[in-house]
Every structure is written in structure tokens, then in C-alpha cells.
């Protein structure tokens, strides 16, 4: 059983900067892919960014070029670094690990709870 927490939301404004962390334990970390997806109000869950076992990484289109996902195996921790937050950009963030693919959510085998990221014009 792998637990998985989400920290690091909060309220913002245009323009600032946030990093979220996730801490995943009970498992092998270095061996998981790990993800964020994020829930904006009203919408399904969409995949934001990924990073494979040896660091590669994934962005979504959308958010490419101002968020960036990391890892740091020594601290069971993937971040994801937001930065020119929009109002778009607000939503649940949830972590989650998995061993398969990177893209979907079927991809996932353990998920946080969410934190909170709202973006104020």
C-alpha cells in the first residue's frame, strides 16, 4: 500500500508562483511513475504533468513552459512548480502514483487527496 500527500495549495494571484509537493510512502518510490492531475471547478480531472522512474518528463501542452514536475528520490517527493499562474489554473491538484504509462488516470494505482490551487484575477 503506497500513501500518497499532496501539500502546497493555496490562494494566489495572476501572475505569482507556487510549488506543490507530494510525498509517496509505503512502496518503492524510485520505482513508481509519478503524476499530477488537477479537477478546475465544474470539469473532469485532466493529467497535467509526469515523471518516469529515471526522470523523464511530461507536460500538458497547456501548462508547457510554466509548470515543471521533479523528483527527488532520496525524499520520496515529486514536486510540481507552477509558475505565471492563470485563473484558468485553478483546481484540485491531486497527486498519484503508478507503475504503467503516464497519461490517464487508469495509469495510477494510488492517489492523494487533493489540494486546493486558486488563481485570483
Known amino acids: 500500500q503506497v500513501l500518497v500527500a499532496e501539500s502546497g495549495g493555496g490562494k494566489v494571484q495572476t501572475g505569482d508562483s507556487l510549488t506543490l509537493s507530494c510525498v509517496a510512502s509505503?512502496?518503492?518510490?524510485?520505482?513508481?511513475?509519478m503524476g499530477w492531475f488537477r479537477r478546475p471547478p465544474g470539469k473532469e480531472r485532466e493529467w497535467v504533468a509526469a515523471i518516469s522512474r529515471t526522470g523523464m518528463t511530461y507536460v500538458r501542452d497547456a501548462v508547457k513552459g510554466r509548470f515543471t514536475i521533479s523528483r527527488d528520490n532520496a525524499k520520496n517527493t515529486v514536486y510540481l512548480q507552477m509558475d505565471s499562474l492563470q485563473p484558468e489554473d485553478t483546481a484540485v491538484y491531486f497527486c498519484a502514483a503508478g507503475t504503467g504509462g503516464y497519461f490517464s488516470e487508469i495509469d495510477y494505482d494510488y492517489w492523494g487527496q487533493g489540494t486546493q490551487v486558486s488563481v485570483s484575477s
Open positions: 509505503g512502496g518503492t518510490f524510485s520505482g513508481n511513475t
